[in-house]
């Protein structure tokens, strides 16, 4: 079952069908411990529409698909990102810390957005005036319930100034929380908590509408367990309306790469879908 948040309300994939509602506050729905049950116990009451009607202003009205939830992040959970990260920051005498923090038992999380600085799909999200080497890090994302349950899955684009991280470790914040610096989409995949941890995840860039990188790991490269990592962040902490969790990067383009005004970002999940945005 996928779920969409639309300028109109939300709307349900399932089964082939597609089910619009309306009413029912997004904020709550997410706090659900078991959100695939309540809508599929709503699916009799809400309208039924023809997939193929909507399809042409669907995409257009789509949002992102959080309320009033945090977003907050893994780091260097996969190889790539642990090497990236030691190559960037080695001037600056940072490196041990990723290499460390990636054989640890303790996981980096990090704080990365609210609400309000998430865009959802279609949307541009944005490079920092003051950096010079900006990416995309196209992260599979879990929703996770005030209870600390995953149930569900979206697709996150966590933005990332690599100078400005690769200045001082401690510039983490600066290089990770700015306005338009996260963008999540396109709907949250509901599915009872199982995932194929084989899925593929693909990150595309195009310039000018040619393509300028591309690559694709998979999930089995993801070093932590979802549900671990879930755990750490609960502990001593409440989220009264559940939460985002970006689990970390497989995927850096190479170090001449840096994104520029108007190019295209996709980012590819095949169960969960297509997440477009550009710069802007
Ligand atoms: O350690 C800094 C950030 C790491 C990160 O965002 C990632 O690995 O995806
Ligand atoms: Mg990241």
Redesign the pocket.
Known sequence: MKLYRTNSGFAIEHEGNVYRGSGTNWHSLLTQENPRDFLLAALPRMEQVDPDTVSATFSASLRAPIGNQEVW?A?VTYFR?RDARMEESKAAGGGDFYDRVYDAERPELFFKATASRVVGPNAPVAIRDDAKWSVP?P?WTLLISPGGKITGYTIGN?M?SRDIEGENPLYLPQAKVYNRSCALGPCILLNDGRFDMGAEIKLEIFREGKPVFAETTTLASLKRDPKSLAQYLYRNNVFAHGCFL?T??GIVPPDSFTLQLNDRIEITIPPIGVLVNSVG
């Open positions: 992040a780091g990102s890090e992260e966590d990332s970006m970390g990067t």
